[in-house]
């Protein structure tokens, strides 16, 4: 590929997935008449997704290697007064990155879901769902403009929804997926908002020429108040971002989003939905730079997320929630390197979770099918002898996430510490506390998750829901079970370890062009006059081996290690401690198993309060005053007098010359009195 990257190439990354889907959903299904059978689903959708990633990765070789660039408008939909409405692709570093992960971790889903999805009766719609969802994501990073951006931020929305709700015969997994399409509702109205402020004070979408004017945008306030223009902007931005990217308080959709296929659940929380949020504050750092507000907003909302969104994962006991509750907690620790003016350390660390978040999410679905669809970590057990494979890669993908030295999420969780550590911004001393904490915590539920799982007792035959509850028993997927765990099919072991090769090395290998090179020169705007983290963290990087055996000596790491040993003690050793602090801290344990009331806050108060409102808006607004007053009203008016008028007009030629010689004595009267 030569240094000039081609349209009609870069065209073909999104379209290829975007045709595997389309076939899929045509002819794969009952809409299209089943025309093509599972293999021809799956090979064509496998092939799409392929041909992306391979086209992917010569881009990104092409960006790195000979610095190539592209910026071009490839379709104009309309152009309203001035304001142009485009297609148009964006590729530099940061996308070029993207793309590879996106496309890899979805080829990954695909292998996987072969084997996961076997004997499930939507075989073919779900490998439409997930190539579909991989074309919006894509539309949504390669894009050069917001309108555009907009349309992959909504697609991934829209498609979430339908493979949230995936099994739609289940009650629960239709409540979250409504769930997960309301909440996001919420943050997109913000979004819109953001994107809204743009076009009418730059008068334009595209991202070069929103930066080109960002100076001129910071001088001016918003009407009618002192606050900066700017600041407002980026808020609404963010709030978006709170949506996708499930930060507290509109994360609840993402635990419920479990409700859908394992598969899927890798998918929305390594490489796609969730990450948006994130890359789009990236992409828009030359705006946040400008907003010292908007960013402390972000550093205390991440904060939040990164520390409390743990603390709600010690206590499950679903293996999927346990690593979805993860999630939250990490893209809390990416928010926050957002909020320290770290752009490219969050980016960094959102590159680093794909791999090694994937490889826990399909860990965990692998441990499903070897437990004959028991998610519950409480009657597991011992699985390591049976299913040598899950296992391993299982323990790298978790040493990668507590941030063990060497390992990929290292690089980039310590990395995040040591930029907040290095931040001045309002808010900059809670993010601090909350990151280190956030480690201890992280290491506890990951091994006490591992542990239960992977050593200790055999306890899959003591399941008290294995012979009653039909879900456990025959799962949605139409497997049986025998008596004992077995290892997954090759086509779900091999993604794993796929998967477990980046989660170990790619740290190491890219920190330093990423974070400290040229990588992201032209992607990503860092004030460092203002936010100077970046530059101290350079000045105190001496390469990955030197960070990797200081990090033996640092407070992350001893952290870690002491949550890895209490969770062995508290779940191997003495297993009776567990239920005697619960006991102990029974109304912390009742918080966190409400997780904070959040919910129920959401249902009683804001769901009943908007339900309330909307009833007198309803009956006070639409029925009283539009239809009773208005338009009603009108008629009821017009018809009483008309039912006057009527008696004027009788008919009557004598009570028309009445009427008109007494209009002429009145005017008579009119005349001569006012003329005396």
């Not at 769930?179 to 009418?200: S, Y």
């Not at 790619?506 to 020169?521: N, Q, R, S, V």
Request: charged share 10%.
């Amino acid at each position: 590929m030569s240094a000039t990257l081609s349209a009609s190439t870069l065209l073909a990354v999104p379209m290829a997935p975007l045709v595997g889907a389309v076939l899929a959903g045509l002819f794969g299904t009952k809409f299209g008449g089943n025309h093509i059978g599972r293999k021809i689903t799956h090979s064509l959708t496998i092939l799409g997704v392929l041909a992306a990633f391979i086209i992917s990765a010569m881009t990104l070789k092409s960006v790195v290697v000979d610095g190539a660039r592209f910026n071009a408008t490839l379709y104009e939909w309309m152009v309203v007064g001035g304001l142009k409405m485009e297609v148009g692709f964006l590729v530099d570093g940061l996308t070029a990155m993207m793309m590879c992960v996106v496309t890899f971790v979805s080829l990954m889903v695909h292998i996987y879901t072969i084997g996961y999805m076997e004997e499930d009766a939507g075989y073919n719609r779900f490998f439409s769902y997930i190539s579909l969802f991989t074309f919006s994501m894509l539309m949504l990073v390669m894009s050069n403009n917001m309108l555009q951006l907009f349309f992959g931020w909504e697609a991934v929305g829209l498609v979430s929804y339908l493979l949230i709700g995936f099994w739609y015969n289940k009650p629960t997994a239709i409540f979250a997926n409504m769930k997960a399409f309301l909440v996001n509702r919420v943050g997109d109205f913000g979004f819109i908002l953001g994107i809204g402020l743009i076009a009418a004070y730059a008068n334009t979408l595209n991202y070069g020429e929103v930066f080109a004017q960002a100076d001129a945008l910071a001088k001016l306030s918003f009407p009618g108040t002192e606050w900066m223009l700017v600041t407002v902007i980026c808020i609404c931005l963010f709030i978006g971002a709170m949506g996708k990217s499930a930060q507290f308080p509109l994360h609840v959709w993402l635990p419920d989003s479990m409700e859908g296929p394992t598969p899927i659940s890798a998918l929305i929380h390594a490489a796609t939905m969730v990450t948006a949020g994130i890359f789009m504050v990236a992409r828009m750092s030359p705006v946040f730079e400008l907003s010292d507000t908007a960013l402390s907003f972000i550093l205390v909302i991440g904060s939040i997320t990164a520390l409390f969104m743990g603390f709600l994962g010690i206590i499950q006991n679903d293996i999927k929630r346990v690593v979805a509750y993860s999630t939250l907690s990490q893209l809390g620790y990416m928010t926050v390197a957002l909020g320290a003016s770290a752009y490219s350390v969050a980016v960094f660390h959102l590159m680093t979770h794909a791999f090694f978040k994937a490889l826990l999410f399909l860990g965990a679905g692998s441990v499903i099918i070897g437990m004959h669809h028991n998610q519950d970590i409480r009657w597991m057990g011992g699985v390591r002898k049976y299913m040598p494979i899950t296992w391993i890669t299982s323990l790298l993908g978790s040493l990668a996430l507590i941030g063990t030295p060497l390992f990929s999420g290292f690089y980039s969780k310590d990395s995040i510490i040591e930029a907040v550590h290095e931040s001045h911004l309002w808010g900059a001393g809670f993010a601090n506390f909350a990151v280190l904490a956030g480690v201890f915590v992280t290491a506890f539920y990951s091994f006490r998750m591992y542990f239960l799982v992977f050593h200790g007792k055999e306890r899959y035959d003591q399941n008290p829901d294995a012979h009653h509850d039909d879900h456990h028993a025959h799962d949605d997927h139409g497997h049986g079970h025998d008596a004992k765990p077995h290892e997954s099919p090759w086509v779900v072991w091999l993604p794993l370890v796929l998967l477990a090769i980046p989660s170990v090395v790619i740290g190491y290998f890219t920190i330093e062009p990423m974070l400290y090179g040229d990588f992201f020169k032209d992607a990503i705007f860092f004030n460092l006059d203002k936010h100077h983290a970046m530059r101290e963290m350079a000045e105190a990087f001496h390469g990955p081996w030197a960070m990797a055996v200081h990090g033996l000596t640092t407070m992350p790491f001893w952290l870690a290690l002491a949550g890895v040993v209490l969770s062995y003690y508290m779940y191997m050793v003495n297993p009776a401690l567990p239920a005697a602090i619960k006991r102990a801290f029974g109304p912390v344990y009742r918080l966190l198993e409400n997780k904070y009331y959040l919910d129920w806050i959401n249902e009683n108060i804001v769901a009943r309060g908007a339900r309330a409102l909307g009833t007198a808006f309803w009956k006070g607004g639409d029925q009283a005053v539009i239809d009773g007053a208005i338009v009603n009203g009108s008629w009821k008016a017009i018809g009483r007098l008309a039912g006057v008028v009527r008696w004027l007009q009788s008919g009557y030629i004598y009570h028309y010359a009445f009427a008109m010689l007494l209009g002429i004595f009145v005017l008579m009267t009119y005349f001569v009195w006012f003329n005396k």
